[in-house]
């Protein structure tokens, strides 16, 4: 290579890395594996090396890659926070150890411990309390988000216990566990919302949130993996570790103290199957030297200790044929490209299907027909195309075009400004948009029919029996019984005949019949209005009582509501604009479908609170908020939606909005805990 040569890569290479850098901590998005981001930025640090002239101050080798953003006060770090070295060889960790036993004339112990997949959080204490979370940032300053992390139940506001020094930090990872991540996306499907693409994006653009109330709602954790301060009386990272579980930090079990590297390559091996077992994502293994002089003998680079290193596990990926493009359409109108792969082998399980997510990614990785996809799977279940192999393309092959009319109804696709999915705006007669509301409404979350599968929805579609959920409850018997259809399996060929006897019928019939003693809130569930999942439609069957409520209200009188804003208020309101929207709900409600909420029979307790107003915000310890307000209600109180000066008390949890407060505040309301409000009621929260 060149000096010329060699510079224009250099450039070439800065400008995607830094691009990378910004999308993956700015946006929490990750454009490109992390495998082949490290390989970009590996490339990059050996040509910096070979021709140290064009070695700039400022190069993303040099420097930690995140970013601090404007919507939050930015605070510089007391210690930098570094990034880590990292490698995908075991050679290489070898190489680390021997490097380090060099420059060590002593003996000494590594700590391992597993490389959580989140994002870094510096946490300062003063005096046991919780004075400041900060993110990394760019590791010499970064975000004050000590409201948000005020919201993770496993960071503690204050600690107990013995020889609490009068400030130090503790760093941890934020993570979303599995399982949260997997009920958010349910959630979104639910709504028609774009999903997440794995926990750590999650979790980072959830920390960046401006409403804590909905960062608590996240149910983010964290695990704590490095306690800083002067003067410590530790020697140790493991014994710091020790004393951190005793104060009350959340430490992941996982770590094992190893006197030789042999014993640090035991670890990664079991890991490497075993950590799929955990709540949470896991990339790698962090290596860490146990004593606290020894780490100081060793020091730091710019970007990173000299006496820590990550071992990163390689994302399981195979190479497989794509066969074709097709494109689903989803019960909102959005057109999703599937691509159909040559059936492959990966971590134990065959892959046939990636999806492409939409014409961007489609066109960023710029597939051509018959291509060889490079696909992998993390933790996902579903498994995602990385790349192109480049070397088995058939020469002239054109690139995959994504398609501009529907492929299930041929009307011209559109793309809303912002979105990056196109969709088919034939809501009325696209079929997979008919069946997808179906098949919403009859879901076990919704009016739970669970009867009528997936087949036998289509079956009723094609023979044109059901054109939208109110014709369900309009079905006989008569019309039901002997239909037939047979659905071949595409994966597999098989055949499968569904036809409806007798008892299918019966049950089918039950079932319709039974849905209509589903409560409100899980009709207006089923309703499928755009972001109306089912959170948000119990906040407004409780708060609404009934659709004629829900009906006419406004946009401003929808955002009285709890926890609804002008996104949700706005859709809600749109699709009761839709005269047929209108005429589905009469019709639902002529079959006998609840349409509003039962009246609960309320005990009167007392009339201690007569004549006195409540509005009640925030997350509660020991009551749910639905609770509370049914406890004003029996003790003779009145429960208002806003704050005004009429009103008395302002009953306020943890983490309600600010703007409350100060409106509360303003206007001389008078502000009580959960506490205070159980005293005036005479009880207690045991
Ligand atoms: N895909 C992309 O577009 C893209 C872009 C930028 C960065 N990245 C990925 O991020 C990496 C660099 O990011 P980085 O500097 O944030 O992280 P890093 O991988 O270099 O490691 C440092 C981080 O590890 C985390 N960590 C987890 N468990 C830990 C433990 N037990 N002890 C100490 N730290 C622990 C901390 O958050 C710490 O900040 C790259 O190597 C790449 O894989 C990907
Ligand atoms: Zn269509």
Not at 315 to 334: D, H, I, K, N
Not at 469 to 492: C, H, M, R, S, W
Not at 613 to 621: K, T
Not at 627 to 641: F, Q, T, W
Request: some cysteine.
């Amino acid at each position: 290579m060149t000096e010329s040569q060699a510079q224009s890569r250099i450039n070439e290479l800065t400008e995607k890395i830094n691009y990378y850098n910004y999308r993956y901590y700015q946006d929490s998005i990750s454009e490109i594996s992390d495998y082949d981001f490290d390989v970009l930025l590996e490339e990059l640090t050996g040509l910096e090396k070979q021709f140290p002239q064009f070695l700039q101050p400022d190069s993303p080798t040099q420097r930690v890659g995140g970013t601090i953003t404007k919507n939050f006060a930015s605070v510089k770090h007391k210690y930098p926070m570094l990034s880590l070295g990292n490698s995908y060889s075991e050679e290489e960790i070898k190489d680390f150890d021997t490097r380090i036993r060099k420059l060590i004339d002593h003996e000494f112990e590594y700590v391992c411990e597993l490389k959580f997949d989140g994002v870094a959080l510096s946490l300062t204490y003063k005096n046991g309390v919780l004075e400041r979370a900060v993110t990394r940032g760019d590791g010499v300053q970064g975000d004050d988000i000590t409201a948000n992390a005020r919201t993770i139940r496993s960071i503690p506001l204050k600690i107990y216990g013995d020889n609490i020094p009068a400030e130090f930090e503790v760093r941890g990872e934020v993570f979303m566990p599995w399982k949260v991540f997997e009920q958010l996306n349910q959630m979104r499907e639910d709504i028609g919302e774009a999903l997440m693409a794995n926990p750590r994006n999650a979790a980072s653009g959830t920390l960046k949130l401006q409403d804590s109330t909905e960062v608590a709602k996240r149910q983010l954790d964290c695990y704590i993996y490095y306690l800083l301060g002067e003067n410590l009386p530790y020697q140790t990272h493991s014994q710091s570790m020790e004393q951190l579980t005793k104060w009350g930090f959340q430490v992941s079990p996982t770590y094992r103290v190893c006197k030789t590297i042999e014993e640090v390559m035991d670890y990664i091996h079991y890991w490497d199957t075993e950590r799929f077992n955990l709540p949470l994502g896991t990339d790698g293994i962090v290596l860490k030297v146990n004593a606290f002089e020894t780490q100081q003998e060793l020091g730091f680079t710019a970007k990173s200790p000299r006496w820590a290193i990550a071992y990163k596990y390689k994302a399981l990926g195979a190479a497989t044929p794509l066969e074709s493009v097709s494109y689903q359409v989803g019960r909102t109108g959005a057109v999703t490209p599937v691509a159909n792969l040559k059936a492959v082998l990966l971590a134990g399980t065959t892959v046939r299907r990636a999806s492409l997510h939409n014409a961007n990614e489609i066109a960023r990785l710029d597939i051509h027909e018959g291509d060889t996809l490079f696909i992998e799977k993390g933790g996902e279940i579903i498994p995602k195309v990385t790349g192109v192999d480049l070397t088995k393309r058939n020469e002239g092959s054109a690139p995959v075009q994504f398609p501009t009319t529907c492929p299930a109804c041929n009307t011209a696709l559109v793309r809303i400004p912002g979105e990056a999915a196109y969709y088919c705006p034939n809501e009325l007669e696209c079929p997979p948009q008919i069946r997808g509301r179906i098949e919403h409404f009859i879901q076990r979350k919704a009016m739970n029919m669970d009867s009528l599968g997936e087949g036998k929805i289509e079956l009723l579609y094609d023979k044109g029996l059901v054109h939208s959920p109110a014709d369900l409850y309009k079905l006989n018997y008569n019309q039901l019984f002997g239909l037939e259809k047979v659905i071949t399996n595409p994966d597999t060929g098989e055949v499968r005949r569904v036809s409806f006897k007798q008892k299918t019928v019966e049950n089918m019939l039950t079932s319709i019949e039974k849905s209509k003693t589903v409560p409100f809130d899980r009709v207006l569930f089923a309703l499928g209005i755009r972001y109306v999942g089912a959170t948000v439609a119990a906040k407004l069957a409780a708060y609404f009582g009934n659709i004629d409520a829900i009906y006419q209200a406004t946009v401003e009188q929808l955002m009285q509501a709890p926890e609804i804003g002008g996104k949700i208020a706005e859709s809600i309101a749109r699709f009761f604009s839709e005269p047929r929207n209108v005429e589905y709900i009469q019709q639902l409600k002529e079959a006998g479908v609840q349409m509003q909420m039962e009246m609960r029979e309320l005990v009167m307790e007392s009339n201690a609170l007569e004549g006195k107003s409540f509005v009640i915000s925030g997350v509660f310890v020991h009551f749910d908020r639905d609770v509370l307000k049914d406890k004003i209600i029996a003790n003779g109180g009145k429960v208002l939606s806003g704050v005004s000066g009429k009103l008395d008390f302002l009953l306020a949890g943890e983490n309600m909005g600010p703007s409350k407060l100060e409106k509360a505040e303003k206007l001389g309301v008078k502000i009580i805990s959960e506490q205070d409000f159980l005293t005036m009621i005479g009880e207690t929260a045991e």
